[in-house]
C-alpha cells in the first residue's frame, strides 16, 4: 500500500490542478456544507460495486460522496474530479485511522473483498464513523459478533448493505407477509446464483472470500427466507455439490439447504456459481402465495402474488438503499432489517449450513431462540 503523499504526488502527476482545481474542490464541500441534512459518505476499496453504490448516490436527496479510500493510487485521478473529491479526503488503508479528524465524513462504507470486512470494520470504528459494511458480514458469526461490539463500543452505527430491504416490491411482500396477507407461512422456495467467470478473481480464493457462493449470493436466498418467514431458523441442514474441483478447490460451488423455523415454516435454499438464471423468492402461506423473479439482484424487480402483479415502483437499488439509510442514520427512521444484528442472523445459519456440509448434511440445531 502506498502512503496518502505517494497518493497525492500521484494525482499530480496524473491529472494535473486542472482536473480538479482546489477552487473546484473548495465550492463541492461548501455545497454539502449548506446542505444540512445529508449524509457525507467516504467509499473504501473502490472496485465494481464501488463504482455502482458512486454513481447511484449521484441521485441521491440526502447523501453525498465526500471522500474515498483505496489501496491503488491509480484510481485516484479518475474518482477526484468525477466525484469533486478534494485531497484531504483521499485516504490509502495505511491512513484510514486520519479519517476520525474529518468533519466532512460521516459514514465509511466498505466494499472490500469479504475477508476483508472485519479488519476494515473495526478500523473504521476505531475512527469512530458510521460505518455501512457489503455482505457477507464477515467469514463467520464470532467476526460479525467483534464488529457489531467494536461499533458499539465507538458509539456508531453500523449497518450491512442488503440493499433489497429499500427495494418496493421486497418491502410489499413483507408488508403483506406482517398483516397476514398470506396466512400462515407454510414454505418458502429461494434460489440465488450465476455462472461465474474468471477463474482468478478473489472470490474463488478462501482467504479473502470466506466462502464461495453461499457467501457471496447464497446470503441472499438466506436473508430473503427469514424476510419471508418473519422467523430466525431452529434447524438447517445442507448439502455441497462440486462439478468442477479445480476452478473450485478453494470454494464451495453450489450449495442446497433446508431451514426449519419455530412455527414449523421451512425454506427450501440454493445457491451456485456454475449456472445462470437461477433466482428467485417463493413464498407459500395458507391464504396466499408470492414470487419475486428477479427477486435478489439489481432487477428491474418483478413480482406477484395470489392478488396478481405487484406493480411497485422500479428503483435503483443502490440509491433507494443509501436515501433510506441516511434517513435512518440523521432522522432516526426505524431501520428496515439492515443492521449489523441482521447480518450476525445470517452468519450465524452461513456457519451452521457449512458445518452441516462438513457433517455431510446431519441437521445442525441452532438456538432455540432463534439464530442469536
Ligand atoms: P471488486 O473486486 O470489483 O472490488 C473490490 C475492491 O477491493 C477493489 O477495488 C480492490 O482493489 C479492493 N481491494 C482491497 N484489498 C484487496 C485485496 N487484498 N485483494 C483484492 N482486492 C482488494 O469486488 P466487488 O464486486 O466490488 O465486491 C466488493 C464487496 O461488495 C464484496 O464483499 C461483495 O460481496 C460486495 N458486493 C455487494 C453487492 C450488492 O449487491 N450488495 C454487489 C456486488 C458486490
Redesign the pocket.
Known sequence: MSSRRDFLQQLTIGIGVAALSPAAASATIANVKKSEKQLRVALM??????N?VAKAIKDCKRVVLTGIV???PG?IPEWQPAYGIPDKNVYS?DTLYQIADNPDIDLVYI????S??YQHVLQVAAAGKHVIC???LADNAQQAREMIAACKKAGVKFYV???LHFEPHTRELIRMRKAGEFGRIMCVNNYMGFKIGDPT??RLKKA?AGGGAMM?VGVYALNGARYATGEEPLWVTAQETKTDTVKFAEVDETVTFQLGFPSGAIASCGTTYNFNNYERLYLIGDKGFAELSPAFS?GPTRGRTHLGAMNQPIVN?QTVQMDGLADCILNGTPDPGMTGEEGLKDMLVIDAVYESIRRNGEKIYLNKKGTV
Open positions: 476499496g473502490l472496485g465494481g460495486y464501488a455502482m483505496t489501496g491503488t484510481k488503508y466494499t472490500t473483498p469479504n476483508l470486512h457489503e455482505k457477507p448493505g442488503y440493499r478473481q478473489w479473502l457471496d439489481y437499488h
